[in-house]
């Protein structure tokens, strides 16, 4: 999935959506880059039983200064009891700019 939205004043945290399937409760290692920045972070996800689908939150910066466009990439990958269908997510921020 590939997603864009416009840079606001103020930070805004926006859901990625993975798919998933599977038996029981399983878990997911979810990883998140800016690759504008650099900065990355890695976490490990609870399935619920019967769910379809998570959200992987994604904060964005916000501010009133001009900037370069940012670029966020979410992986996720099984580690037990799930298969991941949607495994990578691409969000970019295009930086807003105006006079006035």
Same mark, same amino acid.
């Given at each position: 999935?590939?997603? +864009?939205?416009?840079?606001g /004043?103020? !930070? *805004?945290?926006?859901?990625?959506?993975?798919?998933? @399937?599977?038996?029981?409760?399983? #878990?997911?290692?979810?990883?998140?880059?800016?690759?504008?920045?650099?900065a990355?972070t890695?976490?490990?996800?609870?399935?619920?039983? +019967?769910?379809r689908?998570? /959200?992987? !939150? *994604?904060?964005?910066?916000?501010?009133?200064?001009y @900037?370069y466009?940012?670029?966020? #990439?979410?992986?996720?990958?099984?580690?037990?009891?799930?298969?991941?269908?949607?495994?990578?997510?691409?969000?970019?921020?295009?930086?807003?700019?105006?006079?006035?």
């Amino acid at each position: 999935m590939t997603a +864009g939205v416009t840079e606001g /004043d103020t !930070p *805004v945290r926006y859901q990625m959506p993975v798919s998933v @399937s599977g038996h029981g409760t399983g #878990t997911l290692r979810v990883f998140a880059q800016n690759r504008s920045t650099g900065a990355s972070t890695v976490r490990l996800v609870t399935v619920k039983r +019967g769910a379809r689908h998570i /959200d992987i !939150p *994604v904060l964005t910066r916000g501010d009133l200064a001009y @900037s370069y466009d940012d670029d966020y #990439t979410v992986l996720a990958e099984a580690v037990h009891g799930n298969v991941v269908g949607g495994y990578q997510g691409n969000l970019q921020v295009q930086e807003m700019f105006g006079f006035g």
